[in-house]
C-alpha cells in the first residue's frame, strides 16, 4: 500500500501574463480553483501569501515541457519563478512536468460551452488544476512525492 503525505498543496500554472493557482484539500481528494494572479512584480508575493492562507504544505509549480520532453523558453520562466518562490518561503516547492495542462484546460472549458475568449480569465486557474490533480494520482500511484524539489535559497554569510 502507498502512503499519501497529508497536507493542502498549492498548483501554480506560471504564464507570461498570468499565473493559475489551484488547491487540493488535505486528503489530495480533489484540485479545486483559487485565483488567476496577474504576472508582475507582485505575483510571487501573492502566491506565497495565498499558501500561508490556505495553509498549504508544500507548492507545486508546474514544468512546461514541449512534447519531446524538452525545455523551453516557458521552462525557463517557470524554474524561474519557482526559485523566487522558494526564495520567498520555507514551504518546500516542487518542479512537476505539466505538458499539456492548458491544452487539457482549455478543451474542459469548451466542453462546459465556454469559448476560448471567454474562458482567458479562469484558463490558468483550470491549468493549475489539472497539473494539481496529476500530480497528487502520481503520488497517490507510486507513495513518491511528485516531481523534482526546488533547492531551498541559501543565505550568503
Known amino acids: 500500500?502507498?502512503?499519501?503525505?497529508?497536507?493542502?498543496?498549492?498548483?501554480i500554472d506560471v504564464g507570461r501574463a498570468r499565473v493559475g493557482v489551484a488547491r487540493c484539500d488535505p486528503d489530495g481528494m480533489l484540485a479545486t480553483?483559487?485565483?488567476t494572479v496577474a504576472r508582475g512584480d507582485a505575483a510571487v508575493a501573492r502566491v506565497i501569501t495565498?499558501?500561508?492562507?490556505?495553509?498549504?504544505?508544500?507548492?507545486?509549480?508546474?514544468?512546461p515541457m514541449n512534447l519531446r520532453g524538452e525545455e523551453?523558453?516557458?521552462?525557463?520562466?517557470?524554474r524561474a519563478?519557482?526559485?523566487?518562490v522558494a526564495a520567498g518561503t520555507d514551504l518546500p516547492i516542487r518542479l512537476?512536468?505539466?505538458?499539456?495542462?492548458?491544452v487539457s484546460a482549455h478543451a474542459e472549458l469548451r466542453r462546459a460551452g465556454r469559448s476560448q475568449k471567454s474562458s482567458r480569465t479562469i484558463v490558468d486557474q483550470v491549468a493549475a488544476v489539472?497539473?494539481?490533480?496529476?500530480?497528487l494520482e502520481v503520488e497517490k500511484s507510486t507513495?513518491?512525492?511528485?516531481?523534482?524539489?526546488?533547492?531551498p535559497v541559501q543565505e550568503s554569510t
Open 1 to 11: 500500500m502507498t502512503t499519501f503525505r497529508r497536507g493542502v498543496r498549492l498548483g
Open 33 to 35: 480553483p483559487v485565483e
Open 50 to 63: 495565498l499558501a500561508g492562507e490556505l495553509g498549504a504544505v508544500e507548492i507545486l509549480v508546474g514544468l
Open 72 to 78: 523551453t523558453a516557458s521552462t525557463t520562466d517557470a
Open 81 to 84: 519563478f519557482a526559485r523566487e
Open 96 to 102: 512537476v512536468d505539466e505538458r499539456l495542462s492548458t
Open 130 to 135: 489539472v497539473l494539481l490533480q496529476q500530480a
Open 143 to 151: 507513495g513518491r512525492p511528485p516531481g523534482t524539489p526546488v533547492p
